[in-house]
């Protein structure tokens, strides 16, 4: 873990290589909150050579979920967040929260959550090759 405390925000980068296994050959997560405004996050992924890596980045909200092109937008008691990413080959998806749904990040033995819903994005890291994607909310 390396702290980040400075002008530009506080927050940590997370070597999170070990957590994916066979998955990738290297990724790492940086949050940071800048100007006690916005959150930051940076996932920087690592394709191993002879293969491609799927990336699948989740949150979870009882907000309700409105996915447009360029951004998710979350609402909720009249409020609303804006989740955008930036990066190459982003699609913004929302899945089902209960766990017997097919394509549901979520396993068999999580208990439903009837107020959860889950969105994100899907991008894919060619073999060889290296990404980053960094999100803001706002």
Known sequence: VEVIDGADGRGATFDLTTLFGDQAANVTRTAVLVDDSYLRIEDSVTAHEARDARVRVTFV???????????????????MLTLKTEGSGVAYRQWPADPKAYDSPLRQYDIPDPEARLCGFEAVVPAGGKAVFVTTVR
């Open 61 to 79: 909200t009882p907000a309700e979920v409105e996915l447009s092109d360029d951004c998710i937008v979350l609402r909720r008691d009249g409020r």
